[in-house]
């Protein structure tokens, strides 16, 4: 199967900086791209859309300007946390795929503390 | 919008048995598809079997099958000759093909005991 990637696998940062995790899909030109957020022993949630080229879509209750996605190309999204607080303290996890009827890759995530 | 509930937060089985893991869907739309994801400790999500909701045939893959029930929207996930590799998170999933986004239940998480 394709392969998408994320970096980094954890990151540690102080309340108050911003924090920027990278998602690639290596082999395969993804068309749309997707970050999920998995609190400990819960399920993945669905924070935002983006196809390449446009504003992602943020799920309600998700603010856009605290987690600003960028998906300036085929095989990068971006995600960046800002202003971290600790209650930002997450797995997250993206995903990609290269069209609409086709399968859905997910990356290994990075989890994200904020101290 | 749709819902995924998996309503067996944990299950447990004995090596080399089998077991079913549950899950039901809540939806308008008649074409959709359907997933169940292993999700180990390592946090890394594997698709485990698909199902495409116009297809009448169980979808199989080798230990997976699953029991798709269209009309009750039901799709549970059957594990064959379970092998202690086989323990981890299971989530359901459900795509519209209308949109983008992949829903999931709250996962079910299976201990293989020896």
């Known amino acids: 199967g394709a392969v998408v990637s994320q970096h980094p696998s954890r990151v540690i940062c102080k309340s108050g900086t911003s924090v920027k995790i990278e998602c690639r899909s290596l082999?395969?030109?993804?068309?749309?791209m997707f970050w999920y957020r998995q609190f400990p022993k819960q399920s993945l949630m669905l924070m935002a859309t983006s196809n390449e080229g446009s504003k992602a879509t943020y799920e309600q209750g998700v603010e856009k300007d605290k987690f600003l996605i960028n998906h300036a190309s085929l095989t990068l999204s971006t995600l960046t946390v800002t202003s971290a607080h600790p209650e930002d303290s997450s797995f997250y996890i993206c995903s990609a795929r290269a069209g609409l009827h086709y399968e859905q890759y997910f990356g290994p995530g990075t989890r994200l503390t904020v101290t | 919008a749709q819902t995924v509930t998996q309503s067996q937060p944990e299950m447990s089985v004995q090596e080399a048995e089998t077991v079913t893991l549950s899950c039901t869907y809540d939806?308008?739309?008649?074409?959709?598809?359907l997933f169940w994801y292993k999700q180990p400790p390592s946090r890394q999500m594997i698709l485990v079997i698909r199902q495409e909701a116009y297809k009448q045939q169980n979808a199989t893959e080798n230990r997976f099958s699953v029991n798709f029930q269209k009309a009750a929207k039901s799709f549970s996930l059957k594990i064959s000759d379970s092998q202690l590799g086989d323990a981890a998170m299971y989530f359901c999933a459900y795509r519209s093909v209308l949109n983008n986004d992949m829903r999931f239940g709250a996962g079910t998480r299976l201990t293989v005991k020896p």
């Open positions: 082999d395969f030109q993804a068309t749309t």
């Open positions: 939806t308008s739309e008649s074409d959709y598809y």
